[in-house]
């Protein structure tokens, strides 16, 4: 039998992906001390690993695919294929972004300030490449954590650290001077991997499911019954995504409605609905939008 093997980022966004895996069709089984976790799909080899590896492991071989972030791959200048950008995380919906940042009251205002000084992060090799190609001289020391605190205490001049809201440099009385790069998750595979047929089939419907998952996420559906003398003005103000489904109810003038509208239209939407003459509406949830 044909089997994908698959890669899982193991930490921040460890479960929020198996929950968009589980979403998408499926169900994969943790265990606290194993790597190797269970998936209810015979052509399916599911392993955890840090995402900071990742992108190593899929060129090389070890893994025939994998999810990590665009920073890692880049920061391991790793020969992958870039399968499909898959943005989500538990904070929020928009790409990360790995920002230079300095002390609120730091002469440092621009990036050739940062000439000789002394920077921290956990992005080594991507910061001197960054730094190289602008002819600017740096130390570059690698945080194994607590990045903000590193430039607080006077360990480091300044810090590349990666922020979605901002919250805790603001909370170090950092202040940013650069946005470096802007990342987000990735499905990625092997290059050879990608030219087998059978592999390149399987990878390709995962991020087909996969994005369907994350594109029903902020979607519901609705569901009504209307009158046929106020169906018209009802679908006048009526969102869909191309075009509502009507249909006849069984020996009646009445009609079922059913549409699927952004879950933010919806506070305001069904006030106007009842008053447009709509009854019975139901609001219910959606696994995919393929």
Sequence with gaps: ?????????????????????????WRIKLSSRNY?????????????????????????????????????????????VVVEDLIYSKVSKKPTRWVIAVPGDSAIHTLEDLNGKKISTELVNYTQRFFAERNIKVDIEFSWGATE?????????????????????????????HEMMSSNTQLIA??????????????????????????????VGLKMNVPGDKL???????PSMNAPTIAHLYKSEWFSVETVISEHQVRDLIPKLLRAGAEGIIEYSLNKVI
């Design 149 to 177: 605190a590193k430039v607080v205490s006077g360990l480091a001049d300044a810090i590349v650290e990666v922020t979605e809201t901002e919250s805790t440099i603001r909370a170090h009385g950092l202040r940013i001077i």
């Design 190 to 219: 092997n290059r050879a991997a990608w030219e087998n047929p059978w592999k390149r089939e399987k990878i390709q419907n995962i991020a087909m499911l996969l994005q369907g998952a994350l594109r029903a996420d902020k979607i």
């Design 232 to 238: 018209d003005s009802l679908i006048a103000i009526l």
């Design 36 to 80: 190797f976790p269970e998936v209810d799909d015979p052509e399916l080899s599911c392993s955890i690993c840090r995402p900071q590896e990742m992108s190593r492991y899929v060129e090389q071989g070890v893994l025939d695919a994998g999810i990590t972030g665009r920073d890692w791959t880049m920061e391991n200048n790793s020969d992958v």
């Design 1 to 25: 039998m044909n089997v994908l093997k698959i890669g899982l980022p193991k930490g921040s966004l460890e479960k929020a992906t198996i929950e968009l895996f589980e979403k998408s069709g």
